[in-house]
C-alpha cells in the first residue's frame, strides 16, 4: 500500500456519459498530480493541484476538469466520455510541488468506456 | 513530440547478469531525471533518481548513468533477479523552469524487464 488511494478501481461506462475518479494523497502531501495511461503509451500528465489551487496544466482536454479539496483530496472528472478515453487514470502525491525524490502513485483506475 | 523515448520495448536477461535499460531525451531544459518500476495492477514505484550536475547515482544494486551531452540516461541492474521483472519507465522533469513546467514529470514508453531463473 502506497498510502494514495484511488477509487474506484475499475470503471466500465458508456459513451457520451460522465464519471468522477476521486483520489486520496498519502498523509502529509500536499501536491497531487493525475497521470493517464493509454494501451501501448507511456503516463501522459494531466494535472497538478498543490494545497488546492491549479499549479500547473498538461494535455488535458476541456472535457477533462480536476479539483483538490480543503481536506487535500482530489476528484478527475470526465464527462461526454469517448472510446478513446479509455485508459488507465493515475493520481499521485508528493510533500511539496517539484519532483525531487519522486512522487508516490496510487494503483490507478482502469476506466473503460464502451 | 516525444521528448523522453525508451526505444527497447522489452528486455530479457538471466538471473544475476546485468541489465541495462536505456533512455533518450530531447529537452535541454530537463534537470531531474527518474526511474519507475511498476508491476501489473499496481502504480508504478519510485526507484532511482539523478540530478543533471551528476553523471551518477547509486543505490545498491540499482545505478543510473547520465551522459547530458548525449542526452541519454542509463539504469544498471547488478545483479539482476526475478523479481526485478516489471516495466521500467524513465522520467524527466525541469524543476529549474518554474511556471507551468514545475512538478511536471514527462515520461517514456517503458521497457518491459524479464529476468529468468
Known amino acids: 500500500d502506497s498510502g494514495v488511494t484511488q477509487t474506484p478501481k475499475h470503471l466500465i461506462t458508456a459513451t457520451g456519459q460522465r464519471v468522477t475518479l476521486r483520489c486520496s494523497p498519502r498523509?502529509?502531501?500536499?501536491?497531487v498530480y493525475w497521470y493517464q495511461q493509454s494501451l501501448d503509451q507511456g503516463l501522459q500528465f494531466l494535472i497538478q493541484y498543490y494545497n488546492g489551487e491549479e499549479r500547473a496544466k498538461g494535455n488535458i482536454l476541456e472535457r477533462f476538469s480536476a479539483q483538490q479539496f480543503p481536506d487535500l483530496h482530489s476528484e478527475l472528472n470526465l464527462s461526454s466520455l469517448e472510446l478513446g478515453d479509455s485508459a488507465l487514470y493515475f493520481c499521485?502525491?508528493?510533500?511539496?510541488?517539484?519532483?525531487?525524490?519522486?512522487?508516490?502513485f496510487g494503483s490507478g483506475t482502469r476506466l473503460t468506456v464502451v | 513530440d516525444q521528448q523522453v523515448k525508451q526505444n527497447s520495448p522489452s528486455l530479457s536477461v538471466q538471473e544475476g547478469r546485468i541489465s541495462i535499460l536505456n533512455c533518450d531525451y530531447t529537452n535541454s531544459m530537463f534537470d531531474y531525471f527518474l526511474w519507475y518500476k511498476k508491476y501489473p495492477a499496481e502504480g508504478p514505484t519510485f526507484l532511482i533518481s539523478i540530478s543533471s550536475i551528476k553523471d551518477k547515482n547509486e543505490d545498491g544494486r540499482f545505478t543510473v548513468f547520465l551522459n547530458k551531452s548525449a542526452k541519454h540516461l542509463s539504469l544498471h541492474i547488478v545483479p539482476s533477479q526475478p523479481g526485478d521483472s516489471a516495466v521500467y519507465f524513465c522520467?524527466?522533469?525541469?524543476?529549474?523552469?518554474?511556471?507551468?513546467?514545475?512538478?511536471?514529470?514527462?515520461f517514456g514508453q517503458g521497457t518491459i524487464l524479464t529476468v529468468h531463473p
Open positions: 498523509s502529509g502531501d500536499l501536491s
Open positions: 499521485a502525491s508528493s510533500v511539496e510541488m517539484g519532483t525531487v525524490g519522486g512522487y508516490t
Open positions: 522520467a524527466a522533469s525541469a524543476n529549474s523552469a518554474g511556471g507551468t513546467s514545475y512538478g511536471k514529470l514527462t
